[in-house]
């Protein structure tokens, strides 16, 4: 049987015109159909960016049937992330259910004075983050709480949902527990995590400094007017909800299975079982209210409530219109179109891959950099292409890390420069992609609009733009003896790099 013919490498246009059409498609969609573009259409238009990358592939001769099989594996390494996505949804009812996040709400408000809210909120998901090593998790926790307080406090919900992500990236990357700070150290090699951590302070320390200042800034001049006083809100609240500190045990519970490493997706689940079954006891009245089916005994009741609130979405009864949106939030159902969102992306993201476009794009910005500075940027523009063009800071991560690594080496530049570069613009920039799996879960848990949220995310914009700075000016940029190889040695080790 003669050998199947191989793919032709594509060329640099072959690379971009997928790029393009993708660009060209959600500018159309996000310039027609506005915030709504969420709700399906832009995951029509990666859809249809997908099908084009594998006409361009297929001119190149690759198979359909390898392309479907790419495509396949994008999605299979996002269920992971789904099922997790998913679990919040559920996570986020069944806590309002429990009266979980109606007391941090209640006890917020009550505590927090308005003029220091954004920069209280930044601080304390800084510090959740650091101790969950997770910025999903201190998100879909208690960020929601706090982009709830700011609505019942009659302040921007958009610079709220900054403030979180600020503080969550900022905890995410000062912790040895999250996996992006194990990863990418190792990617990079020759490096430990606490010394990954250390170097990352140069520049996630200042840029949430400043971040913080702004927020003050932001919060001294905020108006708080709700469309109710912030004292009928708490009396809302408690009339609605059963107020006592009992109800933060399932955030409580997180945190424990959270330090010990249990995995995600069944530390949220076991929350999520443990926060419906306290409901029952502590919130009794909201769960009748919520099942409303009089012909249920208590068996029925707890088992419809605990479904209900899981897969639809509790809803809350306090008579106060404000106050039940903020607390009935619709479960995993509402977070379906944000599934479609993150497979529509990594089908797109793995064709790319598969057909060598990703590399062919990366190529140029590798072997054009010569100075110091201009690798440090070629860095962070590689990392952050990836997370508009991949949709996935893994692939952000994991690129740039291995592209990298070996032209550092030989130039002598430390490899705690290369894993800060990608850390600072792999990672912190994945949540201002709404297409982007962190962008996508960000927007959903938190139910304010990537576009809306982007322009207070101060951190993670300033985190790339501190990184390069460094580079050029050579802050914080070490040296370290290049190793003495043969030539034959050095151009395998560029080859495979």
Sequence with gaps: ??????????????????????????????????????????????????????????????????????????????????????????????????????????????????????????????????????????????????????????????????AVICGAYFGDKMTPLSETTILVPRLVGDLSVSEHVRNMFWTAGPALGISLAIFLVIGLSADASGEVSADAAVDALEGAFNVSLLNLLPLALLVVFTVRKVPPFLAILGSVLFAGILACFTQWPAVQAFVDDSSLGTFGTVVKGVYGAMATGFVSNSGIEPVDALFSLGGMASLLTTVWLVLAAMAFAAILEHAGFLERLLLPIVTRARSRGQFVLAVNASAISL??????????????????????????????????????????????????????????????????????????????????????????????????VTAAPEAVEAQSA
Excluded: H
Excluded at 12 to 18: G, K, N
Excluded at 55 to 75: P, Q
Excluded at 432 to 461: E, H, K
């Design 1 to 162: 049987m003669p050998d199947e013919p191989q793919p032709r490498p594509p060329t640099l246009l072959d690379a971009l015109a997928p790029v393009i059409v993708m660009i060209a498609l959600i500018a159309l969609t996000i310039a027609t159909f506005g915030v709504g573009a969420t709700d399906g259409r832009l995951q029509v238009a990666l859809m249809v960016s997908a099908a084009f990358a594998s006409l361009v592939a297929l001119k190149n001769g690759y198979s359909s049937a390898a392309l479907a099989d790419a495509a396949i594996g994008g999605v299979t390494t996002a269920v992971g992330a789904i099922f997790i996505l998913l679990s919040v949804g559920a996570l986020i009812d069944a806590w309002n259910m429990a009266g979980t996040i109606p007391t941090v709400v209640d006890y917020g408000v009550m505590l927090l004075n308005p003029s220091v809210f954004f920069l209280a909120t930044a601080s304390i998901c800084a510090i959740v983050g650091m101790v969950t090593g997770s910025s999903w998790t201190t998100a879909g926790t208690l960020g929601v709480a706090f982009v709830g307080m700011a609505s019942v406090m009659g302040l921007s919900d958009a610079t709220a949902a900054g």
């Design 387 to 484: 997370n508009v063009t991949a949709g996935d800071q893994y692939v952000a991560d994991v690129l740039p890390s291995r592209m990298f690594r070996g032209e550092f080496r030989r130039r002598g530049i430390a490899p705690q420069v290369l894993s800060r570069a990608v850390e600072d613009s792999g990672t912190v920039t994945s949540p201002l992609v709404p297409w982007n799996t962190c962008g996508a879960y960000m927007s959903g848990v938190l139910g304010v609009q990537t576009a809306s949220y982007l322009p207070f995310c101060f951190f993670n914009l300033l985190s790339p733009v501190l990184d390069v700075l460094y580079g050029f000016i050579g802050f914080k940029v070490r040296q370290v003896q290049p190793p003495v």
